[in-house]
């Protein structure tokens, strides 16, 4: 176990004693002499750590979600009273995080055109766990009530679901309780998109290949 809190009187430091023995050449002492001693620390291997962390950026930059429903489509119009898109964190990091979300849309890979989500929550609080050993998990859910126009989004069936983000630790500054950080901490986020089936659709259409096997005796056909 290593303090680097010197009696919790700073941080990020630790007290050396240091002996030294000076074997003199019989020259006179001139005061320009001196003595240089370095550290350094190598083949660590923490198995967990107890501190205030800080304010890190957590390395989230963008991803893309698939839409199965629209994995095919060509073209077509869909009209869905209820869509939602669920963000779900589980972390267990022993600090808490802010997920700042800066671009979300849709993406037609047919057409190549982009919709823009608009009035999304901009700032997703991610909750830390209480203890080492446990993990905290939060989730976020865009709908039509916290959003401009996700139905809308939806609707020129688009193949994809576009977002860029950026997470922060610490969003309030000092921690307090401390943080802490485990070997095996995680900080994971996932995504689920429901699309119930509920309102109208039309000119929908998909192309797709399906594996084909002809087990029948074909010795007498001719094409």
């Known amino acids: 176990v290593a303090d680097f809190t010197v009696g919790n009187t700073t ?6 004693d240091i002996q030294t023995t000076v074997t003199g050449t019989g020259e006179n002492v001139t ?3 001196n003595i240089s001693v370095g550290f350094n620390f190598s083949n660590l291997a923490f198995e967990n750590a107890i501190g205030d962390f800080g304010q890190q950026n957590l390395g989230i930059s963008e991803d893309t979600i698939l839409l199965r429903l629209f994995e095919t489509a060509t073209q077509g119009h ?6 939602k898109i669920k963000f779900i964190v589980d972390n267990s990091f022993g600090f808490p995080v802010d997920i700042h979300f800066a671009n979300m849309k849709s993406i037609n890979v047919s057409t190549g ?11 997703f609080s991610v909750n830390s766990p209480a203890a080492m050993g ?9 709908n039509t009530s916290n959003t401009a126009n996700l139905s809308t989004v939806i609707s020129p069936v688009p193949k994809y679901f576009y977002f ?38 039309y000119g929908f259409e998909l192309r797709d ?4 096997n002809f087990n029948e005796n074909i010795s007498a056909v001719q094409s």
Do not use: C, H, M, W
């Open 11 to 16: 941080f990020n430091e630790f007290e050396v």
């Open 31 to 33: 005061g320009t002499e």
């Open 78 to 83: 869909f009209e869905l009273i209820n869509p």
């Open 113 to 123: 055109q982009e919709y823009p989500l608009t009035g999304f929550p901009p700032v």
């Open 134 to 142: 446990q993990t905290a998990t939060s989730a976020l859910e865009l």
């Open 164 to 201: 860029e983000a950026d997470a922060l630790s610490n969003p309030g500054g000092n921690a307090s309780p401390l943080n802490f950080i485990e070997d095996d901490s995680k900080f994971r986020v996932r995504t689920e998109i429901e699309l119930p089936l509920e309102g109208l659709a």
């Open 209 to 212: 290949t399906v594996d084909f």
